[in-house]
C-alpha cells in the first residue's frame, strides 16, 4: 500500500466519509476600510469593532481573525490595493473626492473577484438607495451600520457562504438557511441576529472533550445563510438548493420582476408548498394585518418594527433546524417523550410503542438533522443512507432499537474509549481503564485497530475476520500512583528479582481501577494476556521485545475473587519488570535509567479455543516486512513469516517452526529429509484446569509445552501438516497417508486454503508506509473449519524492526580472505565496528550439545568480567543462541551476552537449522545496531578456526575461550546485501 492509499484511509478514520477539513475553503482573512477618520472612529469605538471581531471568532474556535486595515480616502485605498491582496472591501459612503461608486468600479475593474460591501452610517441614507440602479450594481451587497460589531461578522460570514456554498454543499451534511429581504435596515439587524444564534448552537453542541482544531472543523458543519433581495433570487436559490434547505424566513413584500409586490413572500410560500417538500417557513412583516397570511399556512409569524423582539425567530431556529430537544409527538401533536442528546434519545425510543415510534422517526430529513445540530454526524449520514419508510428496515421495536445503538457504536470503532462497563466486550474499540500515555505496545495495537476501522479488509480479503482482540489499556498514570502510593522509589536498589516481585505484589492500585477491575472480571470469562507496554516500549529506534514480561490467565476460576487476585497480581508483576536485573540492563545499554520509563499495561483477549483440558489458537506467527536471511531468489525487502501450532511464545523463543517468504509462500527452503528433522514437534497451550498456580515462579507458569500428538488428538492438525513419504522422498498435503508428520501448513501456502501470505504482506506493506521503516508484527489465526464463523486472522501487536548506522558495501572481488577471521553472506546489521579486540568463542569440533546449560553459565561468567571493565567482544558459538531447546543451541538470556557488540552463529556438525531470527533478543540486537551473523559452510561462508586457536588467551575454561589482540578487529556490515566480515 502507497502512502496515497493508506492517507485516504487515515484521514478517513481521523475525519470520517465526510471530511470536514474540505468546507469552508475561502476565508475572509484581510479586509480593507475605506472610511474617513471620524467615521473609522466611531466604528471602532461605538461598536468596539476590532475587539467584538475578535470576541466572535474566539467563540467559533477560529484562528483566522480577518485583519483590517483602515485608509482615509478612495485614493488611499487605490494605492494599498495596489500593494496588497484583500479579501473584502467595505466603503462608507462619504470617502472624500472620489466617490464609492467610482472607487469600487475602478477595484472591480483590477480585480473582478474581490467582493465589496457599502457600507451607510446614516438611517437617512438608505431611504435615498435604488438598489437596482446600474451605480449600485458594482456592490455585492449594502449594509447599514447600526453600532452592532456583529454585522461585522455577519457581512464576513455571508459572504464566506456565498463564495463555499458550490463546495460545500456536495457534503450531505451541510444544510441551507433561506433569508428573504429587501429592506437595509431589517436584513442589517436580522442577519447578524441569524448568525449569531446559528454559529452558538452549533459551538453549544460541541462535545468539550475535542481538542481546539477538532472543535474548529466541527464549527463548518454549520447551516448556512443565503440571502436574496427579491422573489427571482429566491425562487433561484431555492431551486439550487431545495435538497439542502432547512428554513426559508422571508418577508411578505419585496420586489417581483423589477417592481414592488406586497404579496411576493406569499407567492414564495406557495412555490415551496408547490414543491412537494415539507420545508419551515418563518413569515415577516412590518404590516401586522399579514398575520393572517401566516395563520392561513400555520406557519409563525414576526413583526418587523424598530427594537423589534427575535423571540419569534429564536423558537424558530431552535425548533426547525434541529438545535431543541427531539419531540416525539403522536398523530394528533400531543408530545409523548423529548430527549435533549443521543443518550436520552435512545432512553426514549425504548419506551414508546412500535407503531408510534414508527411514525414519530418516519420523517428522516429532520431526524438526520437533529443529529447533525447535535454533534452525532455519523449516525445522521447513516440515517441519511437508510429508508425509514422501508418496512424491512424496522420491522419491530428491537429492530428500531438495535439500528441506533449499532450506529452509535459504530461511530466509536477503531477509538480508544473511556472506560464503561458495557463496552467491555464489544470488539474493533480500545477501552481505557485509567488515565495517561498507553505505551509503545498499545501506541502499535492502538494504531492498527483506528486503521482497521476504515480499511475496507472485507472487500480485499472476503470471508474474513481480520481484526484485534478485545484490547483495554491502563495508563501510566496508575504507575505513576502504584509507585508513589506503595513507597516504591527506592525499589531499584533490591538486589533480587524475586524481592523486587514481592514488594510490588504487596502494592495496591488506586480504588477506581480496584473497582473497574472487579467490574471486568465479572463482565470478561474468556482467557486473558497481560502484557506490557512502556513508554520506551516498540519505539522506531529501540524496540524492547522480550525484555517485559507477560502473563497468561485462563481466567476461568469459578470464584470471581481468585481470577480478580490473579488479574491484579499480573498487572503488579508487569510493573514489577521494569526494575529486574534483565530489564535494568537493556535499559542502561541503550542510555536510559528505569527511572526514565513508565509502564502501561495491555489487557487483550488471547485468540484460541478450548481443546479439552488447554486453550491455543490453530497457529500463530511473526511476521517481519524485511528478511534479513533471504534464499534463492528471495529479495530482502519480501519479508519473511514465521509460524507454529499453538501459543507464539513457542515461536520467539526460538523453537522449531516454519518459516517462509510471504511473496513466494510456495517456495521450499529445505529438502524433505532436512525438513522433517527441524519441523515442529512440541507447541505451547494455556493451561485450563490449573487455576492454583503462583505467577513469581515465572510469567509462563499458567502455559504448558505439549507434544504434536495432542493436537493430532484434538484435531487441530488440519490443513497444517503433511506427511513425510519416506519411499518416494516426497511430502503429501494432509494427513491420508502414514507415516512422519511434518507442521508446513502446505494447504494454506500451496493450495491457498486460507489466504495467509497475501494478508501478511497486505498488512506488514501498511505498516511499513505508516511507521516510516520496516516493522514486524504478532498474529494468530483461527480457521474455524467446522464452526459457522469466518475465518480469524488476529493482530496482537506491531513494532518497528529497525537497523541503523553508515551504509557500507562489500566488493568480494576486493577482498583479500587471508585476512578475514569470519565472512558470511547471511548477516544482520549495518555499518562499520572498529573497537572491539576480544572474541569469546566456542569451539564447534569440543562443543557438546548435552552441556548447553553449563555452557551458558559459563558464558555469562565471562560476560559480567566484560560489562565490569565496559568492554564489548565479539562472540561466536554453535547452534541457535538463545533457544529453549538445549540440544540445538546455547539457551542464554540477555544477561548473559549483553556486551557481546557482534554475534555469530555456526552449524551444529550433526544437525542443519536456519537462523534464530524468532529469539526475542534477538530483535533487540537489531536495535542496538549489533551485528549478527550466521555462517553456512555451504553458503560461501567460514570461520578461521585455524587463526583463532593460535592466539592470546586471557582466558579458558571448560567449554569457552577468550582471546585479546592489540588492534581492534575492523567488522564491516553491508546491510542491504547482508554481507559482513571481521577483519584482524
Not at 474548529?216 to 433570487?233: C, G, K, Q, Y
Not at 526494575?579 to 540492563?585: D, E, I, Q, R, V
Not at 549478527?932 to 571448560?958: C, G, M, P, R
Request: hydrophobic fraction near 40%; charged fraction near 25%; glycine fraction near 6%.
Amino acid at each position: 500500500m502507497d502512502s496515497r492509499e493508506l492517507n485516504y484511509y487515515y484521514r478517513k478514520f481521523k475525519f470520517g466519509e465526510n471530511d470536514l477539513r474540505s468546507l469552508m475553503n475561502y476565508r475572509v482573512n484581510k479586509i480593507l476600510e475605506v472610511s474617513t477618520f471620524y467615521d473609522g472612529f466611531i466604528l471602532e469605538d461605538d461598536g468596539q469593532l476590532s475587539q467584538q471581531l475578535i470576541n466572535q471568532f474566539h467563540k467559533l474556535y477560529l484562528s483566522n481573525i480577518p485583519e483590517i486595515t483602515n485608509v482615509p480616502t478612495g485614493e488611499e485605498a487605490l494605492s494599498y490595493i495596489d500593494k496588497n491582496e484583500y479579501d473584502l472591501i467595505i466603503t462608507m459612503l462619504r470617502i472624500g473626492d472620489i466617490s464609492p461608486y467610482d472607487l469600487s468600479r475602478k477595484i472591480n475593474k483590477k480585480f473582478p473577484d474581490v467582493p465589496i460591501v457599502l457600507m451607510l452610517n446614516d438611517t437617512s441614507d438608505t431611504s435615498s438607495f435604488d438598489k437596482n440602479s446600474d451605480d449600485m450594481k458594482c456592490f455585492t451587497n449594502v449594509f447599514q451600520w447600526n453600532g452592532d460589531a456583529k454585522l461585522s461578522l455577519a457581512v464576513v460570514k455571508y459572504l464566506e457562504d456565498k463564495n463555499n456554498i458550490e463546495n460545500d454543499i456536495r457534503n450531505d451534511l451541510v444544510k441551507v438557511v433561506l433569508l428573504v429581504e429587501d429592506n437595509i435596515n431589517a436584513y442589517s439587524t436580522i442577519l447578524p441576529y441569524l448568525y449569531d444564534k446559528l454559529i452558538d448552537f452549533t459551538q453549544q453542541s460541541i462535545r468539550d472533550e475535542m481538542h481546539t482544531k477538532e472543535k474548529n472543523l466541527r464549527t463548518n458543519i454549520r447551516p448556512r445563510v443565503l440571502m436574496a433581495h427579491n422573489l427571482e433570487d429566491a425562487v433561484n436559490l431555492f431551486d439550487r438548493f431545495r435538497d439542502s434547505i432547512i428554513g426559508v424566513i422571508t418577508d411578505t413584500k419585496f420586489p417581483n420582476n423589477g417592481n414592488m409586490d406586497k404579496s411576493a413572500g406569499i407567492k414564495l410560500i406557495e412555490y415551496i408548498g408547490g414543491s412537494k417538500k415539507d420545508i419551515p417557513v418563518l413569515l415577516m412583516s412590518s404590516e401586522l394585518d399579514n398575520r393572517s397570511y401566516a395563520e392561513n399556512y400555520s406557519i409563525p409569524f414576526m413583526y418587523k418594527h424598530p427594537g423589534m423582539n427575535f423571540d419569534i425567530l429564536m423558537q424558530f431556529i431552535i425548533d426547525k433546524f434541529g438545535f431543541g430537544d427531539f419531540v416525539f409527538k403522536d398523530k394528533n401533536s400531543s408530545i409523548i417523550e423529548r430527549a435533549s442528546n443521543f443518550s436520552e434519545f435512545i432512553k426514549a425510543i425504548k419506551t414508546i410503542p412500535y407503531n408510534l415510534l414508527k411514525y414519530c422517526i418516519n420523517d428522516r430529513d429532520y431526524l438526520s438533522l437533529w443529529f447533525i445540530s447535535h454533534d452525532e454526524l455519523y449516525i445522521a449520514r447513516e440515517i441519511n443512507k437508510s429508508d425509514f419508510s422501508d418496512i424491512s428496515v424496522f420491522n419491530s421495536k428491537s429492530s428500531i432499537i438495535d439500528w441506533f445503538e449499532e450506529k452509535s457504536f459504530n461511530k466509536s470503532k477503531g477509538r480508544i474509549l473511556d472506560y464503561e462497563q458495557n463496552l467491555l466486550n464489544k470488539e474493533n474499540i480500545i477501552i481505557r481503564l485509567a488515565e495517561g500515555s498507553i505505551g509503545g505496545k498499545g501506541r502499535g495495537v492502538a494504531f492498527l485497530n483506528a486503521l482497521f476501522s476504515t480499511l475496507e479488509l472485507e472487500n480485499a480479503f472476503p470471508g474474513i475476520d481480520i481484526k484485534i482482540p478485545k484490547t483495554s489499556i491502563i495508563g501510566t498514570n496508575e504507575y505513576d500512583y502504584f509507585i508513589k502510593y506503595n513507597g516504591l522509589r527506592d525499589v531499584e536498589n533490591e538486589k533480587g528479582d524475586k524481592d523486587v516481585k514481592k514488594r510490588f505484589l504487596n502494592g495496591d492500585f488506586s480504588a477506581v481501577l480496584q473497582q473497574r477491575l472487579k467490574e471486568f472480571i465479572d463482565q470478561v470469562k474468556y482467557p486473558i494476556a497481560i502484557r506490557s507496554s512502556g513508554l520506551l516500549e516498540d519505539s522506531k529506534s529501540r524496540p524492547f521485545a522480550g525484555i517485559y514480561h507477560t502473563y497468561m490467565l485462563a481466567n476461568n476460576d469459578k470464584d470471581d475473587s481468585v481470577r480478580l487476585e490473579q488479574l491484579m497480581n499480573a498487572i503488579k508483576l508487569v510493573y514489577a519488570s521494569i526494575f529486574l536485573k534483565n530489564s535494568k540492563n537493556y535499559i542502561e545499554n541503550i542510555n536510559f535509567t528505569v527511572k526514565d520509563e513508565k509502564m502501561a499495561v495491555v489487557i487483550q483477549e488471547i485468540v484460541g479455543k478450548r481443546h479439552d483440558k488447554y486453550f491455543y489458537p490453530q497457529f500463530s506467527g511473526v511476521a517481519g516486512s524485511y528478511n534479513f536471511y533471504p534464499t534463492s531468489y528471495i529479495k530482502h525487502n519480501d519479508g519473511f513469516v514465521t509460524i507454529a501450532l499453538g501459543v507464539g511464545k513457542y515461536i520467539v523463543e526460538g523453537n522449531k517452526s516454519f518459516r517462509f517468504c510471504p511473496k513466494y509462500p510456495k517456495l521450499d527452503i529445505l529438502p524433505p529429509e532436512e525438513l522433517y528433522k527441524v519441523s515442529q514437534t512440541s507447541f505451547y497451550a494455556l493451561k485450563l484446569d490449573n487455576c492454583n498456580f503462583d505467577l513469581l515462579v515465572n510469567d509462563d507458569v499458567t502455559l504448558v509445552e505439549l507434544d504434536i500428538k495432542e493436537a493430532e488428538m484434538h484435531k487441530t492438525l488440519d490443513h497444517i501438516v503433511s506427511v513425510w513419504d519416506v519411499q518416494n522422498n516426497r511430502i503429501v498435503s494432509g494427513t491420508s497417508l502414514n507415516g512422519p508428520k511434518i507442521v508446513n501448513f502446505a494447504d494454506i501456502l500451496k493450495y491457498n486454503y486460507f489466504p495467509l501470505a497475501d494478508i501478511v504482506q497486505h498488512i506488514l506493506s501498511i505498516g511499513k508506509t505508516a511507521m516510516g521503516v520496516p516493522v514486524e508484527i504478532e498474529f494468530a489465526v483461527e480457521l474455524n473449519d467446522n464452526l459457522k464463523r469466518k475465518p480469524e486472522f488476529y493482530i496482537l501487536q506491531i513494532r518497528p524492526l529497525a537497523g541503523s548506522g553508515k551504509k557500507i558495501s562489500i566488493d568480494k572481488q576486493k577482498l583479500n580472505m587471508e585476512e578475514l577471521v569470519v565472512y558470511t553472506e547471511e548477516s544482520l546489521g549495518n555499518g562499520i565496528i572498529d573497537n572491539i579486540n576480544d572474541i569469546i568463542f566456542i569451539n564447534p569440533e569440543t562443543f557438546d550439545n548435552t552441556k548447553t546449560i553449563e555452557i551458558k553459565d559459563e558464558l555469562n561468567g565471562f560476560n559480567r568480567i566484560m560489562k565490569a571493565q565496559k568492554r564489548n567482544y565479539i562472540l561466536i558459538g554453535p547452534g541457535r543462541w538463545g533457544t529453549r531447546d538445549r540440544f540445538i543451541g546455547i539457551p542464554v538470556n540477555w544477561e548473559d551476552i549483553s556486551n557481546a557488540r557482534v554475534i555469530v552463529e555456526t552449524e551444529l556438525s550433526n544437525l542443519s537449522l536456519d537462523s534464530s531470527q524468532g529469539t526475542h533478543f534477538f530483535h533487540n540486537v537489531v536495535t542496538m545496531n549489533i551485528g549478527y551473523f550466521t555462517v553456512l559452510k555451504s553458503h560461501n561462508a567460514f570461520i578461521d578456526w585455524e587463526w583463532l586457536v593460535k592466539q592470546k588467551i586471557v582466558e579458558k575454561k571448560s567449554y569457552i575461550t577468550h582471546i585479546k589482540v592489540e588492534k581492534p578487529f575492523i567488522v564491516l556490515m553491508d546491510g542491504m546485501n547482508g554481507v559482513a566480515l571481521i577483519r584482524r
